[in-house]
């Protein structure tokens, strides 16, 4: 996946976007969306930001 590729199309969050929240301290998908100033909404990319947390881990 691209930085720029949107992963959470609900949020328009970017690879790239995620990825600096969990480089920030965010350790779980909550904290993930609080980073970015939103919250989860369909949940349709929650699978995604597990893996990433879980690759950060
Ligand atoms: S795609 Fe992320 S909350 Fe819907």
Redesign the pocket.
């Known amino acids: 996946m691209a930085p720029e590729d949107v992963?959470?199309?609900?949020?328009r969050?970017t690879h790239a976007v995620v990825a600096a929240a969990i480089a920030t301290g965010a350790r779980r998908p909550g904290e993930v969306y609080a980073a970015c100033g939103c919250a989860?909404?369909?949940?349709?990319?929650?699978d995604i930001i597990r893996a990433m947390l879980a690759a950060a881990r």
């Open positions: 992963l959470c199309d609900c949020n969050l989860a909404q369909c949940g349709r990319c929650l």
